[in-house]
Nanobody, 121 residues
Framework: QVQPVESGGGLVQPGGSLRLSCAAS????????MGWYRQAPGKQRELVAR???????NYADSVKGRFTISRDNAKNTMYLQMNTLKPEDTAVYYC???????????????WGQGTQVTVSS
């Protein structure tokens, strides 16, 4: 099994910053598409940002300009740098890892356990 593991969540004041990390072992990391999703209480899970195997990125309109997704293939780790955080960013953040269709990234869709981010004064 591929088991992504998130870390870095916590409590931060509005305007503050956090960096989330997602590590995934057992795969050739560079061949996989990845993304961050979040789910607030009573709401549906939504895409925050994605980064494909080639490094191209996309962001939800609500976070564009504040969040930055990146990956370090040598460390098998993906990051989400979150700046100027707002209370509406409060959610459980999930790491997603998906195969990109290459020989070393067969079809699959894997989720981490989630890490809580709370933005409150």
């Amino acid at each position: 099994q591929v088991q992504p593991v998130e870390s870095g969540g916590g409590l931060v004041q509005p305007g503050g910053s956090l960096r989330l990390s997602c590590a995934a072992s057992g795969i050739i990391f560079s061949f996989y598409n990845m993304g961050w999703y979040r789910q607030a209480p009573g709401k549906q899970r939504e895409l925050v940002a994605r980064i494909n195997s080639g490094g191209s990125t996309n962001y939800a309109d609500s976070v564009k300009g504040r969040f930055t997704i990146s990956r370090d293939n040598a460390k098998n780790t993906m990051y989400l740098q979150m700046n100027t955080l707002k209370p509406e960013d409060t959610a459980v953040y999930y790491c997603n890892v998906r195969g990109s269709g290459s020989t070393w990234s067969p079809p699959g869709d894997y989720w981490g356990q989630g890490t809580q981010v709370t933005v409150s004064s």
